[in-house]
C-alpha cells in the first residue's frame, strides 16, 4: 500500500487530501503520477512540470523509486514574495 498526500491547490482541485494506493509494482512516482492521471481530468495536474514531489517527507524527483509502504507527497511549487 502507498499513502498518497496532495497540498495546496493540488489538494483543492482534486478535492482529496489524501488516498491509498495498492502498491502494484509500481517503480516511480513518475509511475504513480501517470496512474492517478487515469482518474480524470482534474488529475492531469500531476504532470505538470513544476509539480514538486517528496517520498517519505523528502523532497525529489518524479524519477524517485518507491517502494510498497511509502508515502508520496504532491505539492505546487512553493512561491513567496
Avoid at 482534486?14 to 504513480?32: F, K, P, R
Avoid at 496512474?35 to 517528496?54: I, M
Avoid at 524519477?63 to 513567496?80: L, M, Q, R, S, Y
Wanted: charge should be negative.
Amino acid at each position: 500500500m502507498i499513502q498518497i498526500k496532495f497540498f495546496a491547490s493540488l489538494r483543492e482541485s482534486i478535492g482529496t487530501s489524501s488516498l491509498n494506493l495498492e502498491y502494484a509494482g509500481e517503480n516511480t512516482v513518475a509511475d504513480v503520477a501517470h496512474e492517478l492521471v487515469e482518474r480524470g481530468a482534474n488529475w492531469r495536474l500531476l504532470e505538470e512540470r513544476d509539480v514538486l514531489c517528496a517520498v517519505n517527507q523528502t523532497l525529489c524527483g518524479k524519477d524517485a523509486k518507491i517502494n510498497d509502504g511509502d508515502e508520496i507527497a504532491f505539492f505546487p511549487p512553493v512561491t513567496g514574495g
